[in-house]
């Protein structure tokens, strides 16, 4: 037991050091103490009754990784941090809640992860896993702990914190990876009607007419924005709403898209292809929640200087409703707000 304390204390000493970005809560003192504990694993208990596994401080999970603190919970499950014995580092391990949909969710992640480094070019511009495994009907997935990573970036936020607490906590480096893949899908798998977080879905969703690969720059078009802003641009969690919220920032939606809306959709629109909006709102509130929103580049403007025209421009190209005329990946990469930033100048 001594000799595997003083490994881990070797090891502390050799990670990074932390930044102010990244530097963990402050515990009680006898929150951090670790419990001392055989190498068996603890026994078996239930599980809470939102499916998390339940553990304490310094029990095994599995005998190969001690426990030593929880680095974060969300909807998925929680983040370990823990020591591996086997190989005398410490790790981050995502103990997935052992509900079938959240099992199904991470087994997929785990297959996309191994896809991805299969395929890896060497830019490992996304997060890797160092392995797996299925202990007491919980997925198992493991990170190195010295890669830099925090909680979002394990896809794990805690719960009642703040989008300007995130924001504060960047750091100060760009190298930025992709992470939690818990929700992508193969083209030869089975699709949902309904993908993407709300604040991120794209219209071609809400109104029921498919999506594919547009979808995502939909999203990443919202996320650049909460970037700059420092919020979510639309902030809703019902369809009418949330739509009502699109036109106001970005103008009418098309009309060939309204017609096509399938029969779950043509609810929110009134006289063929007018949306049902102020008269179909649910509250007063959402109503003012639409009205303080501004149009795009107005919204742009207020955050950014020297390279807002560019910004907007490509923005309103991430962001237009018919996914056929939404730039592409690759058009929004060679897009002047990345190639020249500071070129594009306001149109005369």
């Known amino acids: 037991m001594a000799m595997e304390v003083e490994e881990m204390e070797k090891a502390r000493i050799r990670k990074r050091p932390r930044l102010g970005w990244d530097v963990a809560p402050s515990r009680p003192e006898a ?31 599995t005998p190969r990784y001690k426990i030593l603190s929880k680095m974060g919970e969300g909807t998925f499950g929680r983040v370990l941090e823990c020591w591996d014995r086997q190989n005398r ?19 997929i ?21 160092r392995n797996w495994f299925d202990y007491r009907n919980h997925i198992c997935i493991i990170w190195g702990t010295n890669s830099g990573m925090t909680m979002k970036m394990l896809g794990m936020v805690q719960r009642g914190s703040s ?29 949902s009607s309904i993908v993407s977080t709300r604040h991120y879905r794209a219209p071609e969703i809400i109104l029921g007419l498919g999506w594919s690969y547009p979808c995502d720059l939909w999203s990443v078009g919202c996320i650049l924005i909460e970037l700059c802003t420092g919020e979510a641009l639309f902030q809703t969690h019902e369809n009418l709403e949330h739509l009502a919220m699109m036109e106001r920032v970005l103008g009418p939606l098309p009309e060939h898209m309204i017609r096509r809306a399938n029969r779950g959709a043509e609810k929110y629109f009134r006289r063929g292809s007018r949306l049902n909006w102020p008269e179909g709102a649910v509250s007063r509130e959402s109503i003012r929640a639409v009205r303080k929103l501004d149009r795009l580049k107005n919204i742009v403007s207020q955050y950014v200087e020297s390279s807002r025209y560019s910004l907007a ?9 018919d996914p056929s005329e939404r730039l592409t990946a690759r058009q929004a990469l060679n897009h002047p707000f990345f190639r020249f930033p500071r070129t594009l100048q306001a149109p005369s």
């Not at 580092?89 to 199904?104: C, G, L, N, P, T």
């Open 163 to 191: 989008d300007e607490t995130h924001f504060r906590c960047l750091p100060k480096s760009s190298a930025i990876k992709l992470i939690d893949f818990g929700s992508t899908a193969f083209d030869n798998q089975n699709h």
């Open 31 to 61: 929150q951090r103490a670790l419990v001392t504990s055989r190498r068996s694993s603890p026994p078996k208990r239930d599980d809470d009754h939102e499916g998390h596994y339940v553990f304490n401080l310094g029990e095994n999970l």
């Open 313 to 321: 421009d490509m923005l309103e190209g991430l962001l237009k409703y």
């Open 109 to 129: 992640e785990v297959d996309v992860l191994e896809h991805l480094a299969k395929n890896d070019k060497g830019t490992s511009h996304f997060v890797q896993i």
């Open 89 to 107: 580092e410490y790790v981050a391990i995502k103990v997935v809640r052992s509900i079938r949909k959240y099992r199904d969710a991470a087994m």
